[in-house]
């Protein structure tokens, strides 16, 4: 695994631990952290989102190679 997917994982990671929190707790971590207002959550939504996009791809790609 490459560092690219190692960091891509661990992103989508961190981000469905939060919409786990959200799901269940009604707490949302990153918007506790950097504030409802900062663009900084939309950022991170966005990361996250792409690092998923990245994940399929990887899944694509190892599924082709078995």
Same mark, same amino acid.
């Given at each position: 695994?490459?560092?690219?997917?190692?960091i891509c994982l661990s992103v989508t990671i961190i981000g469905a631990?939060?919409?786990?929190?959200i799901g269940l707790l009604d707490f949302? $971590? +990153?918007?506790a952290i950097f504030g409802a207002e900062s663009i900084i959550p939309r950022i991170?939504?966005?990361?996250?989102g792409l690092t998923g996009l990245v994940n399929i791809g990887i $899944? +694509?790609?190892d599924?082709?190679?078995?």
């Open positions: 695994m490459s560092t690219l997917q190692k631990i939060n919409w786990g929190l949302n $971590l +990153v918007e991170i939504y966005s990361l996250v $899944l +694509v790609m599924l082709g190679e078995h």
